[in-house]
């Protein structure tokens, strides 16, 4: 048996033989480096329909004020526009919450130990955060029995107090607690924590806080990880730069092989730069939603407004 690395788009001489350690350290790193990839991808769809309920919201709230004043129809296609892009998050945040948990325990090296904290973190942020408890509730009620956004509010004050010369306009999905009663599957002390704030609850506080505790278990889950990540990735680079070496040319693509004693070759693995760059270009993307609760996005210019 021999262990190589191939280059597909180079003619002959267009493979180098390698040691079967290096062969094991580099099939190893590249399959471990594709799982996390994987996480990453999961956590950057979870950010990407955050984005876009908060998107959702903007747009509303300009419509409104342009063409104020809407009638009960419109607001009801309003509210299905809303419920629409919660219920995308909430399902992206239920795959990701679900699937890295198996995903991590799948890397070799680090799997078990590593889910078994994951799981803790995830406890603790459904503790110690209200919005975090309440959307993982409201998750369930809304896949198992009703939309979770029961009315919008087309606020609008003058603002600031003192000097109000601006004319703010906000668009504020909530839900009832008494509908979520009423259900009676919802979680008693979720809800019992929920009334004590009324009966119309603004949901975007807490989608925000929400996304603060799935980003602080994803960064736990990075900081874990670093070291045995880089380390792959430093296996595979040097892979490439083997190769770059002895074709005299570097290419994105290369792959892992074993040839038997007939010569017949086997593909195990493809060590390809552009996943090794994606990874760092996701972490990059995706990084610093510690307090995204107290962030907004203002509107305001020109000379009223400064």
């Known amino acids: 048996m021999k262990y190589g690395i191939f280059c597909p788009f180079l003619k002959e001489p267009n493979s180098i033989e390698i040691s079967e350690q290096e062969f094991v350290r580099a099939k190893l790193a590249t399959k471990n480096l594709t799982q996390v990839l994987s996480i990453e991808g999961k956590f950057d769809m979870v950010l990407e329909n ?3 309920y908060e998107r959702e919201l903007l747009e509303l709230a300009l419509q409104e004020m342009v063409r104020q004043g809407r009638p009960w129809s419109a607001i009801q296609f309003d509210i299905y526009r809303v419920n629409r892009r919660l219920a995308n998050l909430l399902s992206a945040t239920r795959l990701y919450t679900d699937q890295i948990k198996h995903d991590v325990s799948s890397l070799e ?14 406890s603790a942020e459904y503790d110690s955060r209200f ?25 609008r004050s003058w603002e600031p107090r003192e000097d109000p010369t601006n004319l703010v306009f906000r668009m504020a999905p909530s839900v009832r607690t008494s509908e979520l009663r009423e259900d009676g599957h919802f979680n008693a002390a979720t809800l019992a924590d929920l009334a004590t704030l009324g ?5 975007t506080p807490l989608v925000r806080e929400y996304i603060e505790g799935l980003s602080a278990v994803h960064e736990n889950f990075r900081k874990m990880a670093d070291k045995i990540v880089n380390e792959w990735e430093t296996t595979l680079r040097q892979v490439q730069d083997r190769a770059a070496k002895e074709f005299g040319v570097r290419k994105n693509l290369l792959l892992l092989t074993l040839v038997d004693d007939e010569g017949h070759r086997s593909d195990e693995g493809a060590v390809i730069q552009g996943a090794l760059d994606h990874r760092k270009e996701l972490v990059q993307k995706n990084t610093g939603f510690a307090k995204l609760s107290a962030r907004f996005v203002s509107g305001a210019c020109g000379l009223r407004n400064a």
Request: aromatic share 12%; glycine share 8%.
């Open 50 to 52: 955050y984005v876009e």
């Open 199 to 203: 009966e119309h609850i603004p949901l």
């Open 109 to 122: 090296d680090l799997g078990n130990s590593l889910a078994e904290k994951l799981e803790q973190y995830f």
């Open 131 to 155: 919005g975090y408890r309440v959307m993982v509730e409201l998750r369930n009620y809304a896949q198992h029995r009703s939309l979770p956004v029961h009315g919008l509010s087309y606020g």
